[in-house]
């Protein structure tokens, strides 16, 4: 049977301790070993504190001196815990080494087989319109998780409060399902462009409809993922998810509350068509009124940002999170947020230690493989850490023109 392992404070953090404060751990230390190796506690005198506390900040056996005390119990109880730390030391030296020579996980999948050719074909990656009452960029209007879970979501921000809730039976939209969201607002905001440009030449166009009509194959070709049998069966939940997923806003500003209707992601679905083998083929996709009236609209600059089209490759939750708020925030420059409103921005059910465990990973798999126009970094704050988002250089950003410039870019 493997013997239970000591959870050991890092050598630094000790460090950080008062000498009171490191007696006592190390007396619990000690008692805690002997509890679980069966064996009877032993107060350890000032001597044995001071050459276990020399030991522990420098892992050098000399300091314990065993032999200056003989094989009394104290000597064995210095002698067991040593060997304990010393083990627990030469397991982080092996996973230091074994981080230094194995490469950390990609940060986004592969594209699809046939992704180049159709990249010819997808059009801007365009999000949620930006409002005053409700940015869908400052907060994560779906769960973070692959997979659809029940509950709901609350944000407490400054000027507002945002509650996300999903369907009693199908649950909140997921951050993937949100592919699809994407996908109505990119669509709806081409027809906007190619409107104003029939308008500019003297035509009488049609504004566009608020029934969105795509094959699944068009919306999986869109969001990069591959076309087996399984995707179609995703897609269906997916829109189902979206459907029943709705947001309200307690609007704050002026010192007034005001309570805004909730508003659904998509305002309903229908599949038109099947395939002979019963696989989604056409859908039809009402863009809810909130959405539609946004973006066709009389002003210049649509309220719109584009995202990167290697946005749909990014394969966490957190790390599209990231990507968004950066997008929102830092846009051409740089933005940074402490690790605890991220937590709170982000939605998650994972506990704050978690989170930022799981954040600081992705932001060192970053560093090996970069996520899409921003460099990410930790820096020191005053209570907390702090993720700082910075734009890298983007030459066809600086190049584009007319589609963007009408856009509300940041």
Known sequence: MKAPRLPLMPRGQFAELTLHEKNAYLQKLAD?????HDREQVALDKDALSRLRRYYSRR???DLRLEDLGGGPLNRTLRNLG???RAEHIGEDITAALLQETTPKRVMRAAPQDDAQLMFFVPTIYDAPLKDDVNLMDVAPFSLSKRANRGVIKYELKDSLITIEGGAESGLATVFDYDI???MVSYLAEEVQ???RDESKGLRPSLPPKVYRPSAAHILKFCRRSDGGKSYEDLEAALDRLSNTTIKVVNLSGGKRRAVDSRPLIGGYSVVSRTGANKIDLVEITIPDWVYKSV???EKRIPLLTLHQDYFLISSGIGRFIYRLARKAAGRDEAQYSIRELHKRSGSTQELRK???????FVNRTQAFPMPDYDLSLVEGKDDQKLHMRRRGDDDLKASTGLLAETGDA
């Open 181 to 183: 969201f994407l996908n």
């Open 83 to 85: 060997e304990h730390i």
């Open 296 to 298: 066709v609209t009389t």
């Open 355 to 361: 989170f930022a465990y799981d954040l600081r990973e």
């Open 60 to 62: 050098v056996w000399a």
């Open 32 to 36: 805690d070993f002997a509890a679980q």
């Open 194 to 196: 190619q409107f104003r």
